[in-house]
């Protein structure tokens, strides 16, 4: 077994014209308190904001960051997986999914270390707070809901308390920073590339859970959260498409028939109410988004948007 020393762990992170985040949230990742090797797997989906040129120039020299260009914008997926699969090729012992829009406290990667190393296979969740209300939280592990499966992240928007503080078991989690093993990532696979955006860290959870992974969250390991640094939030028309067609896609593949029903009907009653909404507001490609997603999803139509 190795030491601490020897071990290896590989932060991929995914920049689309992330200039204003990147360089905040590297540096908190430079400053962590681990023994072991930490390399930087920086992916750009294809940004137009100089932003990849300038991390290269500034950490360009430096032999633990690896820097991938990716032709076109591929999507969150595809480019996380891009970056696994040469971290993988690389030796690495632990994977973290970690967005741009984040920094993180000197010992976390520490603490979510030593959580993985007590379980045989698990995906370790940190305690994430608001990046703009350090004192609120913003995910203390999540959990899909009992009925129709809607992840829930616990403890959102409520202040720090002893709650929140003790170590425990999830059904799911926040994709914005997540740490799994070379083996366990094994045993569950890559993230689901047809999503393009949204919803494949949901599906990657109950992929996971549905063999045999544990899902566990430690509040020792603490991190900051910006959140839709690179979606221009969750009302923009291709965020609506993606939300829409993506929840059909993950619940389709992971319910049974009468549970998939009742998913079915809550969700486009969320999604009827929205389009009330957005027609009083004038919002007409939301509303748009919404009929393409749910038309997309039938036809099999997977990937990029491309608004009709």
Known sequence: MK????????????????????????????????KGK???????NHSTDNSMEKMERRWGSRNNFH????KDNMGFSIANNVGIEAALKNGTDYIMLLNNDTYVESDMIEKMVEVAQKYENCIVLPKIYYMDRPEIIGSAGAELSRIVKKP???????????????????????????????????????????????YEDTEFFMRARKKGITVVYTPEAKMYHKGNGS????????????????????HKRHLGKIRYVIS??????NRCAWVIIWGMMGKTQQIKAVW???????????GKYVAQ
């Open 292 to 302: 393409q997603g749910i038309y997309d999803f039938y036809k099999k139509k997977d």
């Open 38 to 44: 930490v390399e930087l797997y920086i992916v750009d």
């Open 67 to 70: 820097f991938i260009h990716m």
């Open 3 to 34: 030491t601490e020393c020897e071990m290896k762990i590989s932060i991929i992170l995914v920049n689309f014209n992330g200039e204003r985040y990147n360089e905040v949230c590297i540096e908190s990742v430079l400053k962590n308190e681990w």
């Open 152 to 198: 829930i992240n616990y403890g959102e928007n409520q202040k720090d308390s002893e709650k929140y503080c003790v170590e425990r078991k999830c059904s799911c989690g926040n994709g914005c920073c997540f740490l799994i093993s070379k083996e366990t990532l094994d045993k569950v696979g890559f993230l689901e590339e047809a999503y393009f955006l949204y």
């Open 231 to 250: 979606t221009k939030g969750n009302d923009n028309p291709a965020n609506v498409y993606y939300i829409t067609r993506n929840w059909l896609m993950c």
């Open 264 to 269: 079915w009907i809550y969700f486009m009653l």
